[in-house]
């Protein structure tokens, strides 16, 4: 009936990028499962999906008390040895009792929430895509966090990250109808997606979700650090070193739809016309390079005399 | 970087010095945050002037989040919330300036077990993803809220940690606060029951003097040469307390000066304060300035 998940996203806390071997260790978040890999066009790692229970209120717009039981999937991932995103999403559906059931039943359909009760998908999605104050409601965004903070965890990271960033938070929402895209960005880190895609609901769908936020969030940091660097404000040594994390660490990261099922791309394409993701991205990249080409000329010129 | 504000007695000024010294870490364009661990007396939000949290938070707090009642503490972003314009007008390089207040009406805790110290230490984590400074503001004295810091800490052993202990420039100060580190009971034993190195945590260690009267300063100079030579005396005996209780120039970070405006009120001195409405005064501004750099300057963490 209704698709909704939340992706957060946020700098993987290490100085370096993480080697291709060090993918099973950091995100073996649950024994004895095989992390996936992929290395082309980039390094990417995603951990097995993991399964959490709930039985609690579902988000709601006319703030309607809706009961649901079930389980949600989660997973994390590692793109590029540095960017790590923790997802969770669920499909509600309409429980054929009013009851709850033992959880055998709910077990048999991992990801599936059933709501005891009436419910309507608008009125759910509207309430779960307006960032309401954290409650007893479903909250997959603390689920997806907390896999993240036990991945930060890891030991073999050595918590040097090369610049403080803040995770985004990306809700999103899926049906069934006409293809379209509709991307909000929300006052601080939180940002909203509606998606209306062909067929029935596919992990495809996830990994498009995904693929959204982790350019969404490349942007904001990268965006963050060029504030932050106060070109014409600050010195110009200052304003390059302040720069040289985003070069170092962000601007080869830049590979949108890399991973999307042919299918979807043209709603990758819908985003690229509006908001226009990659025409930002390119603008900034520009600044930098620009900024850094500029800077180093001064200084040379000021060497030589 | 965790620094923790703590100090052997209320009422030393830990919690507007730690504050103003945030501001002022803000002001030089660093990413800093603001915790309230003073759980019996949650007060931070009335000196960044947020109405909405004077007295703690309703929304969920630091005291609720380590609970497991809520699962992220709720955050105020001051530079946006604060109720005085001087604060909100954020300046172009300013970093980042939030507030993750105490609840109100939250209490003393009499005790932590293992999932608060995991809550605890996994915040902490969050937190230096995110911010350079993170500014813990602890109850007075051996509190549970120390221990907790202590506990974390040793748990976090990549996170650098540094702690301020704040006192007044009087002899019972000066004694006490030696006795909070060194004392039965103090940073070092307790540090050292959760796996702390004393000798590296003693290096972590640094001592704020708040509210200090400058003899040198204008304001004695009505004094007659009777009463001078008098209070010379006394604070060259101080001077040899702090030395003798470890307390000395050579473990102290920095020094505030007595400062009429905050003499009156718990609040940030803005630049304003000092160049436009000129009540405060421009060394207490200096000293904050000073203290945010060395907090963070390893050649003033070397150790002794
Ligand atoms: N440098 C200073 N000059 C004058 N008064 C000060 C100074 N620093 C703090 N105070 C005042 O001392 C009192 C106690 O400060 P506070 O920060 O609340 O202490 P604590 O947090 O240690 O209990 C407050 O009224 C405060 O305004
Ligand atoms: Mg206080």
Same mark, same amino acid.
């Given at each position: 009936?209704?698709?909704?998940?939340?992706?957060?996203?946020?700098?993987?806390? &290490?100085?370096?990028?993480?080697?291709?071997?060090?993918?099973?260790?950091?995100?073996?978040?649950?024994?004895?499962?095989?992390?996936?890999?992929?290395?082309?066009?980039?390094?990417?790692?995603?951990?097995?999906?993991?399964?959490?229970?709930?039985?609690?209120?579902?988000?709601?717009?006319? &703030?309607?008390?809706?009961?649901?039981?079930?389980?949600?999937?989660?997973?994390?991932?590692?793109?590029?040895?540095?960017?790590?995103?923790?997802?969770?999403?669920?499909?509600?559906?309409?429980?054929?009792?009013?009851?709850?059931?033992?959880?055998?039943?709910?077990?048999?359909?991992?990801?599936?929430?059933?709501?005891?009760?009436?419910?309507?998908?608008p009125d759910l999605a509207g309430g779960f895509l307006a960032f309401g104050p954290p409650g007893e409601q479903l909250d997959l965004g603390s689920v997806s966090d907390?896999?993240?903070?036990?991945?930060?965890?890891?030991?073999?990271?050595?918590?040097?990250?090369?610049?403080?960033?803040?995770?985004?938070?990306?809700?999103?929402?899926?049906?069934?109808?006409?293809?379209?895209?509709?991307?909000?960005?929300?006052?601080?880190?939180?940002?909203?997606?509606?998606?209306?895609?062909?067929?029935?609901?596919?992990?495809?769908?996830?990994?498009?979700?995904?693929?959204?936020?982790?350019?969404?969030?490349?942007?904001?940091?990268?965006?963050?650090?060029?504030?932050?660097?106060?070109?014409?404000?600050?010195?110009?040594?200052?304003?390059?070193?302040?720069?040289?994390?985003?070069?170092?660490?962000?601007?080869?990261?830049?590979?949108?739809?890399?991973?999307?099922?042919?299918?979807?791309?043209?709603?990758?394409?819908?985003?690229?016309?509006?908001?226009?993701?990659?025409?930002?991205?390119?603008?900034?990249?520009?600044?930098?390079?620009?900024?850094?080409?500029?800077?180093?000329?001064?200084?040379?010129?000021?060497?030589?005399? | 970087?965790? !620094?923790?504000?703590?100090?052997?007695?209320?009422?030393?000024?830990?919690?507007?010095?730690?504050?103003?010294?945030?501001?002022?870490?803000?002001?030089?364009?660093?990413?800093?945050?603001?915790? $309230?661990?003073?759980?019996?007396?949650?007060?931070?939000?009335?000196?960044?002037?947020?109405?909405?949290?004077?007295?703690?938070?309703?929304?969920?707090?630091?005291?609720?989040?380590?609970?497991?009642?809520?699962?992220?503490?709720?955050?105020?972003?001051? /530079?946006?919330?604060?109720?005085? $314009?001087?604060?909100?007008?954020?300046?172009?390089?300013?970093?980042?300036?939030?507030?993750?207040?105490?609840?109100?009406?939250?209490?003393?805790?009499?005790?932590?077990?293992?999932?608060?110290?995991?809550?605890?230490?996994?915040?902490?984590?969050?937190?230096?993803?995110?911010?350079?400074?993170?500014?813990?503001?602890?109850?007075?004295?051996?509190?549970?809220?120390?221990?907790?810091?202590?506990?974390?800490?040793?748990?976090?052993?990549?996170?650098?940690?540094? /702690?301020? !202990?704040?006192?007044? /420039?009087?002899?019972?100060?000066?004694?006490?606060?030696?006795?909070?580190?060194?004392?039965?009971?103090?940073?070092?034993?307790?540090?050292?029951?959760?796996?702390?190195?004393?000798?590296?945590?003693?290096?972590?260690?640094?001592?704020?003097?708040?509210?200090?009267?400058?003899?040198?300063?204008?304001?004695?100079?009505?004094?007659?040469?009777?009463?001078?030579?008098?209070?010379?005396?006394?604070?060259?005996?101080?001077?040899?307390?702090?030395?003798?209780?470890?307390?000395?120039?050579?473990?102290?970070?920095?020094? !505030?000066?007595?400062?009429? !405006?905050?003499? /009156?009120?718990?609040?940030?001195?803005?630049?304003?304060?000092?160049?436009?409405?000129?009540?405060?005064?421009?060394?207490?501004?200096?000293?904050? $300035?000073?203290?945010?750099?060395?907090?963070?300057?390893?050649?003033?963490?070397?150790?002794?």
């Open positions: 009936m209704l698709i909704m998940g939340e992706v957060r996203t946020g700098l993987l806390q &290490n100085s370096a990028e993480i080697e291709e071997r060090d993918h099973q260790t950091v995100l073996g978040l649950l024994a004895g499962e095989r992390v996936r890999m992929s290395r082309r066009p980039i390094v990417y790692a995603v951990s097995p999906d993991l399964l959490t229970g709930v039985d609690c209120r579902l988000p709601s717009a006319s &703030n309607a008390r809706i009961r649901g039981v079930g389980t949600l999937v989660s997973r994390a991932t590692i793109t590029g040895g540095r960017i790590l995103q923790g997802s969770s999403y669920v499909r509600v559906v309409r429980g054929e009792v009013n009851h709850r059931l033992p959880w055998s039943h709910y077990l048999a359909r991992p990801g599936v929430v059933e709501v005891l009760g009436k419910v309507s998908a907390r896999f993240m903070d036990v991945v930060q965890e890891s030991a073999l990271l050595d918590l040097r990250a090369p610049f403080r960033s803040d995770r985004t938070r990306l809700r999103w929402v899926a049906e069934t109808g006409e293809p379209g895209v509709h991307f909000i960005l929300g006052e601080s880190t939180g940002r909203t997606l509606r998606l209306t895609h062909h067929g029935e609901f596919s992990p495809a769908v996830v990994d498009l979700c995904e693929d959204l936020a982790l350019h969404d969030w490349l942007l904001t940091a990268l965006l963050t650090i060029v504030q932050r660097a106060r070109i014409g404000g600050a010195s110009r040594p200052e304003v390059s070193a302040r720069l040289a994390p985003a070069v170092d660490t962000l601007l080869h990261l830049w590979m949108p739809g890399a991973r999307i099922h042919p299918s979807l791309a043209p709603l990758w394409e819908n985003l690229e016309r509006t908001p226009g993701f990659s025409r930002q991205w390119q603008s900034l990249v520009e600044r930098v390079r620009d900024q850094l080409a500029v800077n180093t000329l001064a200084l040379l010129r000021e060497t030589n005399g | 970087m965790l !620094v923790f504000a703590i100090s052997d007695k209320g009422g030393t000024g830990r919690s507007v010095t730690s504050s103003n010294i945030v501001y002022r870490r803000a002001l030089q364009g660093q990413d800093v945050c603001y915790l $309230d661990f003073d759980f019996g007396s949650p007060t931070v939000g009335a000196i960044f002037r947020v109405s909405t949290a004077s007295r703690g938070t309703t929304r969920g707090g630091m005291h609720r989040y380590l609970q497991g009642e809520i699962t992220e503490p709720s955050r105020i972003d001051v /530079w946006t919330e604060s109720d005085r $314009d001087t604060i909100r007008a954020k300046p172009a390089g300013a970093g980042q300036m939030v507030l993750l207040p105490g609840d109100q009406g939250g209490g003393e805790f009499a005790t932590f077990d293992a999932e608060m110290l995991k809550r605890c230490v996994r915040l902490f984590a969050k937190l230096h993803e995110q911010f350079d400074l993170i500014m813990v503001d602890l109850s007075a004295g051996r509190s549970f809220a120390a221990h907790l810091a202590l506990a974390a800490t040793a748990q976090l052993p990549k996170i650098p940690a540094r /702690w301020l !202990v704040f006192h007044r /420039w009087t002899r019972q100060h000066i004694i006490a606060a030696n006795g909070l580190v060194k004392g039965e009971h103090g940073l070092l034993d307790v540090g050292r029951e959760y796996g702390h190195d004393p000798g590296a945590l003693t290096d972590r260690i640094r001592f704020v003097r708040t509210a200090v009267l400058e003899l040198g300063s204008g304001d004695f100079a009505h004094l007659r040469p009777a009463q001078r030579s008098w209070l010379n005396e006394i604070d060259r005996e101080l001077r040899e307390l702090a030395t003798r209780n470890g307390v000395g120039l050579t473990t102290m970070l920095g020094k !505030v000066p007595l400062d009429p !405006v905050l003499q /009156w009120r718990e609040q940030l001195i803005s630049d304003e304060d000092v160049a436009g409405t000129e009540i405060a005064n421009a060394e207490t501004v200096f000293a904050f $300035d000073d203290l945010a750099k060395k907090i963070v300057d390893d050649t003033a963490w070397e150790g002794l």
